[in-house]
């Protein structure tokens, strides 16, 4: 098991000091998501100041891009990092495609497949030469001339994650990709008795098993180098368990566990926008299941009691630039690295 650690609270200023840092401390990897910044742009900026870290995008919205501009995009970050990106993709949801990117929102589980599909025809004619001939549902591709073609690529094909919820997403993202990245709102209950098995059945369509195949996950993880740096994380997981809570997508989790009636219960303060109360109707029980919570010294035995065998590489929040938490962190990227 090893370490990705996130950029999601990390300012923009700070982007690349801090990967500079988390490769030093011995990081297994680094990664952004598409909440309020493009992260290929912030793995672009992550890759000037390293040498050797992972760098992935956790993930990038595929739909509002077409399958040509991401090839571009992340061919030219895997160049830049010699090899070291991770194109991670997403679905997002219905409403924030519509209101959010104000783009169509159809069939998202075959259109990702005809995406990823498109992605690899654009790819594999740049490798061979030969002509690019991609024809599928969603998207038509057929024209690529040595002008616009970079050529074969020096380090190697992109490795790409599916974000996957939803059965058939899961199943795609091992019957088709390199690996998958869970959504945090998952438990080890979850993983364990409905996303294994139905990683396996992806895998087996394909012919394959997941040997090497890489599961991003972990949950909630709250950590840092006090028991107040832990408390106070915990606390912040409370309100992203209720929000994402309230969501219709992620009920099965909570179902999975008898706790159905919470998402009523989320949805209505939702309805009511009664967004400061929303934290305090998660219970203790709840939290418990979907946060790991430990201080950085205990934090590789508390994640390899919950998560070992479960995942392959679990994401922790980069710590705070310039602080006393590297060192603590450096010590846990080694601990769990031996798990």
Same mark, same amino acid.
């Given at each position: 098991?090893?370490?990705? =650690? ?34 290929? &742009?912030? !793995?672009?900026?992550?890759? *000037?100041?390293? @040498? ?17 501009? *991401?090839? #571009?995009?992340?061919? !030219? ?37 005809? #995406? ?27 024209? !690529? ?16 994650? /599916? ?8 199943? &795609? =993202?091992? @019957? ?7 959504? *945090? ?5 979850? +993983?364990?008795? +409905? ?15 997941? =040997? ?20 106070? %994380? ?7 368990? =209720?929000? #994402?809570?309230?969501?219709?997508? #992620?009920?099965? +989790? ?18 009511? @926008? ?28 508390? /994640?390899? %009691? ?11 929040? %980069? ?21």
């Amino acid at each position: 098991m090893r370490i990705e =650690a996130s950029l999601r609270t990390t300012p923009t200023h700070e982007v690349a000091v801090t990967a500079a840092e988390l490769e030093r401390a011995g990081a297994g990897g680094v990664c952004d998501s598409e909440n309020r910044r493009d992260p290929l &742009l912030t !793995m672009a900026m992550a890759a *000037v100041t390293t @040498e050797r870290i992972g760098l992935a995008t956790a993930v990038t919205i595929a739909f509002p891009r077409s399958p040509m501009v *991401v090839a #571009y995009g992340a061919r !030219m970050l895997h160049d830049q990092t010699g090899g070291r990106f991770r194109l991670g993709l997403g679905t997002q949801v219905k409403r924030h495609m519509e209101h959010r990117f104000g783009v169509p929102w159809d069939s998202p589980g075959p259109r990702m497949r005809d #995406y990823v599909q498109a992605l690899r025809a654009v790819w594999r004619s740049w490798e061979t030469g030969e002509p690019l001939r991609h024809s599928g549902p969603f998207y038509a591709l057929d024209l !690529m001339t040595p002008e616009f073609s970079p050529g074969p690529a020096p380090h190697g094909r992109v490795a790409v994650d /599916l974000a996957a919820v939803n059965p058939y997403n899961l199943e &795609l =993202a091992a @019957e088709l990709c390199d690996g998958v990245r869970l959504h *945090v709102f998952n438990t080890p209950g979850y +993983v364990r008795d +409905v996303v294994r098995p139905r990683l396996a059945a992806g895998a087996g369509r394909a012919g394959r098993d997941l =040997a090497g195949f890489e599961i991003f996950g972990g949950g909630f993880v709250a950590t840092g180098a006090t028991r107040a740096d832990v408390a106070l %994380a915990r606390e912040q997981a409370r309100a992203r368990v =209720a929000f #994402y809570g309230s969501t219709l997508a #992620y009920l099965p +989790v909570l179902e999975h566990h008898g706790w159905g009636a919470l998402r009523d219960e989320l949805r209505e303060l939702v309805r009511r @926008e009664r967004w400061d109360d929303l934290a305090a109707a998660v219970p203790d029980e709840v939290l418990d299941e979907f946060c790991t919570a430990a201080a950085y010294p205990e934090l590789a035995a508390a /994640l390899g %009691a919950r998560w070992a065998g479960l995942v392959t590489t679990v994401q922790v929040p %980069a710590p705070v630039p310039y602080s006393a938490q590297w060192s603590g962190f450096a010590e846990a990227c080694v601990a769990v690295g031996e798990l």
